[in-house]
């Protein structure tokens, strides 16, 4: 899911700025080629995030409910009956920022060093 939300983002920026066949040779700085690919990394970790964290919520409640046998229907109910469908998104900010970050360090990280070795 990552990984095609971040190509996905990554082409809409490319067109953005004028190219259209996603030449990256045409950008002719690093700092130009870094700043799209930390840009598309941020991106996609915050959509990632959005998609998942309900997930993630439920997960979680699987986790701490007492009872012999949660299900997971069970803690979709009562989720929901403890504050509609905002609950299942309690914790998002700190979870978009984290995931945000995280992606932007590791592309960001390994397109330099990608760039760097190569010259």
Do not use: N
Not at 95 to 117: G, N, P
């Amino acid at each position: 899911l990552w990984w095609m939300s971040y190509c996905l983002i990554q082409r809409m920026v490319w067109r953005r700025l004028g190219h259209y066949q996603y030449l990256e040779d045409r950008l002719q700085t690093c700092s130009g080629l870094l700043g799209v690919q930390a840009a598309s990394a941020a991106c996609a970790g915050g959509m990632v995030a959005f998609v998942t964290t309900p997930m993630d919520t439920i997960k979680t409640r699987l986790q701490v409910m007492d009872g012999k046998c949660p299900t997971v229907r069970h803690a979709l109910k009562t989720v929901w009956k403890e504050g509609g469908w905002t609950a299942y998104y309690k914790g998002l900010g700190p979870r978009l920022v984290t995931m945000a970050i995280s992606a932007m360090t590791m592309v960001t990280s390994y397109e330099f060093l990608k760039h760097a070795s190569t010259k």
